[in-house]
């Protein structure tokens, strides 16, 4: 069983940056996929970014170049470094996870994909 729990979220002004943090409690190896979702009251959630144990990273286009997600293995940690926000980055933001039990993969972000799923931290971006 994994286990996640994220923080770093809050309120910043158009322009800003934030760094999410995802711990990771349980077992875990660099065969998973790592990814941040979020989500808008009364839409679905969308992935951001995904990360494999390989280093390999996939964003959506509307955060490339904006967002980054990195992975500190010494302290079982992801991280989303969230810079130049926009009003329209407002959301609550997921850590999720899952084991691709492959060394080498290139992780989607389909929601349906990940089977571990953090609480959800709250971004609020204003004009």
């Known amino acids: 069983q994994v286990q996640l729990v994220e923080s770093g979220g809050g309120s910043v002004q158009a322009g800003g940056s934030l760094r999410l943090s995802c711990a990771i409690f349980?077992?875990?190896?660099?065969?998973?996929?790592m990814g941040w979702f979020r989500q808008v009251p009364g839409k679905g959630r969308d992935g951001v970014a995904s990360?494999?144990?390989?280093?390999?990273?996939t964003y959506a286009e509307s955060v490339k170049g904006r967002f980054t997600i990195s992975q500190d293995n010494a302290k079982n940690t992801v991280y989303l470094q969230m810079n130049s926000l926009k009003p329209e980055d407002t959301a609550v933001y997921y850590c999720?996870?899952?084991?691709?039990?492959?060394?080498?993969?290139?992780?989607?972000?389909?929601?349906?994909?990940?089977?571990?799923w953090g609480q959800g931290t709250q971004v609020t971006v204003s004009s």
């Open positions: 349980g077992y875990f190896d660099s065969t998973y996929c």
């Open positions: 990360m494999h144990g390989d280093g390999t990273t």
């Open positions: 999720a996870a899952y084991q691709a039990r492959v060394s080498y993969w290139l992780c989607g972000r389909a929601p349906s994909e990940y089977n571990y």
